[in-house]
């Protein structure tokens, strides 16, 4: 059974969209997952416009694979590494602690995740 950093079961992120690696809506993980979609955030309009700037546009819907695009508000699972960027540039967007798997743990502090997380 999977983990989130706080030590309990790993709560879903998001269904609608549906997120995570595996499209479960959790923010699962496993060998296949080389970014490590681990962090489960609430993402912002300047992470957005952060990420796009980044070379990743998670606005743009992309019906050909059944992504509508985010908007702020959407809950999403992030690559740890993304994130730790967006932070450093001072854009991280909120986490939600219960469904962010502990595997983020290896890229990110337990005390970054909670000084971000969403209240």
């Given at each position: ?45 300047e992470f957005l416009a952060f990420s796009m700037m980044q070379g990743n ?63």
């Amino acid at each position: 059974m999977a983990r989130n950093v706080l030590g309990t079961t790993l709560q879903i992120c998001s269904l609608d969209p549906l997120t995570g690696f595996t499209r479960s809506g959790c923010c699962e993980t496993g060998p296949e997952d080389l970014g490590s979609h681990t962090v489960c955030t609430q993402v912002t309009e300047e992470f957005l416009a952060f990420s796009m700037m980044q070379g990743n546009d998670l606005s743009t819907p992309r019906l050909e694979y059944g992504f509508a695009g985010l908007k702020p508000g959407d809950r999403w699972c992030l690559c740890a590494s993304r994130w730790m960027d967006a932070a450093e540039a001072g854009m991280a967007p909120p986490v939600i602690l219960e469904a962010t798997h502990e595997k983020a743990l290896e890229i990110i502090s337990l005390a970054d995740l909670k000084y971000h997380a969403l209240r």
